[in-house]
């Protein structure tokens, strides 16, 4: 036996090794100009403002070493820290509201509905579209006397300056991009949904559960993972958002609706390469961090 | 009236050509310099589709056959950014259109090359300076150097409907306490106390429109020595309480978005409106309609006349590598007939005292019912005052934009909305 078990390995070690060298000889050549356009578009652009967070390089004459004067001055720009604000409350607002509609649209779907297919695309579509055309789209519909307004009227209750008063500015932003992305969230659901086995839900209903425990207990559990991706994915993208921000408000009013990427993005645009970056790197940090947590979370449960 | 623009381009065209035609070499733009300036000169323009400069540069490469002209054409945002870190990289166009706004930070960090070497101070075989107002000499000047020569300029006088408001037997008004009385008089509501629906003039938030009541009532940004911010002394709390009181007195709509703008008008939900020569040519084009029904007077104005001055600057960035026939393109373009086109292809008003009295220019307009509303802007450039030079001014412009917004959305009093702005600014100018 133990002749018999060893032999294929002493056979397999040496032409697995002959393959690999002579797969590099051919590969390397092959990956070489993906990896090189990644190095210089990539990875040198990240080392660079990460040395440029360290100075004032502001792009036109040669940067001088600040040491962590960026950093410490963000900490005490009040508009960095309501950009921060800001970003959260949209994180927040986006991610509560966001996934649960995709959950409940997915179970509606998932419930044999004649035109799956259908209503699948049409749930989808606004995701296909550029944030530019949501965007403008939606300011349209929320201007003083635009479509949301006007049905608000019918029912006798006068609509606020949505975009232009900073108390609902952001509010309305992050509804309109929970309408530009749900569907994204109900494709990926109802996926799931149906990679559930059905004996899983015949066992429950042996055993006596209802519609709700089963749902607890054989759909929640087997659509973790895939909470856990729209979470990791939905967090990253809300803490980057800038698109809907520059075309529906600009920042404002007030700041209002001045997030992370947005404030940095202004940053660049005066030219304040160094701050710019700085906050570029607070932001990649953050990311880092709750991306860890989120996954060490999910391993814990599962 | 497109028939009518057409002709126009066509007739100045014509003469265009019969003068270069009829012109000696050394009168041409450039005089001895063209025997000297050959190769190419690349050219940066951030002008857009209505771009002037391509019809001008097309009759100068045919006089100027030795010379190449290299024509790139940017987006305003796009040119903003890539401009100064192609200057930087050595990279830099012979001559570039700029925003005057950009003109601080550009110079500052010593982007922008000094004029004077290359055209030792002439201009078409005339000195350049008598050929510019006085308040465009200045914004030319950055810390002693000639940085840029105007193309267009830009500043504000009020446009209003003349065909409602002679209905409705109003005055044009000339000082602000008329003009609050005008605009109320003017502005239809659909009950009292809203807002009006018709009719109303379009009070935008923004340092551009706030610094023409700040000018006028005699207050400055900045101290003279550009060290403190002084914008929250009395005449600049005035200005901004005057702005409130437009929304709250008088027939005002607080009208944030510059790009619904025009949505505005066509809707007839503006009446009125303060802006630059530049909306002319928006007018014309967005709300054709409306010809006949326009006019365009002085800004009613407080204690004395003034605006902002801005525009577009013709470059030669350091590091230029043709600097001696990019002078020669810069001097073609700023010849009048060829500034001519800054209005027939671009609506926008041409910078050189010469091109203020084209016939063309002065000629009666009848999309604003037959008036010559350039006479107005010309005006209103003899006493207008460039923003201030220094090369934090977008930190200082956007405290002063949220300080401007936060009263007129009744959030906090001026005096403390501009102690605010100044405090930024000073933080800004490292104070």
Redesign the interface.
């Known amino acids: 036996m133990a002749r018999i078990s060893s032999a294929p390995r002493e056979v397999r070690r040496p032409s697995r090794t002959a393959g690999r060298s002579g797969q590099g000889k051919v590969a390397l050549p092959l990956v070489a100009p993906a990896m090189i356009l990644t190095a210089v578009f990539f990875f040198v652009p990240m080392i660079l403002s990460l040395v440029w967070s360290f100075t004032t390089y502001?792009?036109?004459?040669p940067a001088t070493w600040n040491g962590v004067t960026n950093y410490t001055d963000l900490a005490s720009d009040s508009v960095f820290r309501t950009a921060i604000w800001n970003t959260a409350v949209y994180a927040v607002v986006t991610l509560a509201i966001g996934p649960a509609l995709g959950l409940g649209t997915a179970l509606l779907l998932n419930r044999g509905v004649r035109a799956q297919g259908v209503f699948r695309s049409i749930f989808f579509l606004p995701v296909t579209l550029s944030l530019v055309v949501v965007g403008t789209m939606w300011k349209v519909l929320l201007?003083d006397d635009g479509f949301i307004n006007q049905c608000l009227a019918l029912v006798g209750v006068q609509g606020p300056s949505w975009l232009?008063?900073?108390s609902t500015s952001l509010l309305a932003v992050s509804l309109a991009s929970v309408w530009a992305g749900f569907g994204f969230e109900t494709v990926i659901f109802l996926a799931a949904l149906q990679g559930v086995p059905r004996d899983l839900y015949e066992a429950a209903a042996l055993d006596g559960a209802g519609r709700y425990r089963s749902f607890r207990a054989v759909t929640m559990p087997a659509l973790r993972p895939t909470l856990v991706f729209v979470y990791v994915v939905g967090i990253i993208g809300s803490l980057q958002v800038y698109d809907q921000m520059y075309v529906m408000t600009r920042g404002?009013?007030?700041?209002s609706t001045t997030t992370i990427v947005y404030y940095l993005m202004?940053r660049?645009?005066?030219?304040d390469l160094g701050t710019a970056s700085a906050a570029a790197y607070v932001l990649v940090v953050v990311l880092a961090l709750l991306s860890a947590v989120q996954l060490k979370l999910a391993r814990r449960n599962s | 009236m497109k028939t009518s623009g057409k002709a126009l381009s066509i007739g100045l065209l014509t003469s265009a050509l019969f003068l270069a035609g009829c012109s000696s070499p050394s009168d041409s733009g450039g005089g001895e310099a063209s025997s000297s300036a050959s190769g190419t000169v690349t050219v940066w323009d951030y002008y857009g589709e209505a771009t002037p400069l391509k019809a001008s540069i097309e009759e100068f490469s045919e006089a100027h056959p030795e010379i190449t002209v290299d024509y790139q054409a940017f987006d305003y945002e796009s040119l903003h950014s890539k401009f100064p870190v192609a200057v930087a990289a050595g990279e830099a166009p012979d001559l570039a259109t700029v925003d005057m706004t950009w003109i601080p930070s550009l110079a500052a960090n010593g982007l922008l090359g000094d004029l004077a070497d290359v055209s030792q101070g002439m201009l078409n075989g005339e000195p350049l300076e008598d050929q510019y107002s006085d308040g465009a000499n200045e914004a030319m000047h950055y810390d002693g150097q000639l940085v840029t020569a105007l193309y267009d300029f830009d500043a504000y006088a009020l446009y209003y409907r003349k065909d409602v408001l002679d209905a409705k037997g109003i005055d044009v008004p000339a000082t602000w306490d008329e003009f609050i009385d005008a605009t109320a008089a003017m502005a239809e509501r659909p009950s009292d106390g809203a807002a009006p629906t018709k009719y109303g003039f379009a009070v935008q938030p923004d340092t551009f429109h706030y610094s023409q009541y700040l000018f006028q009532n005699g207050g400055s940004i900045l101290d003279s020595d550009l060290q403190e911010a002084v914008v929250n002394e009395d005449a600049g709390v005035e200005a901004l309480d005057y702005m409130q009181s437009l929304l709250t007195e008088g027939g005002g709509i607080y009208w944030p978005d510059a790009s619904t703008q025009i949505a505005g008008i066509k809707s007839e939900q503006i009446g009125m409106f303060i802006n630059g020569p530049y909306m002319m040519g928006v007018l014309k084009a967005g709300v054709p309609e409306q010809s006949g029904d326009w006019a365009v007077a002085p800004a009613p104005i407080g204690e004395q006349e003034g605006s902002y001055l801005g525009g577009t600057g013709l470059v030669i960035p350091t590091g230029a590598k043709n600097s001696t026939a990019a002078w020669e393109l810069a001097q073609w373009l700023l010849q009048p007939d060829q500034q001519a086109y800054v209005y027939t292809a671009a609506g926008a008003a041409p910078a050189t005292n010469a091109a203020l009295e084209l016939p063309a220019l002065s000629a009666s307009d009848p999309y604003f019912g037959g008036q010559a509303p350039f006479s107005v802007f010309k005006d209103a450039m003899a006493t207008a005052t460039h923003f201030p030079y220094v090369a934090t001014w977008g930190d200082i412009d956007s405290a002063i934009a949220d300080g401007v917004t936060s009263v007129l959305l009744g959030k906090e009093s001026a005096q403390s909305a501009l102690d605010s702005a100044a405090q930024t600014a000073n933080a800004a100018l490292g104070g």
């Open positions: 502001n792009g036109m004459i201007a232009n008063d900073p404002g009013p007030l700041k202004e660049f645009q005066r030219f």
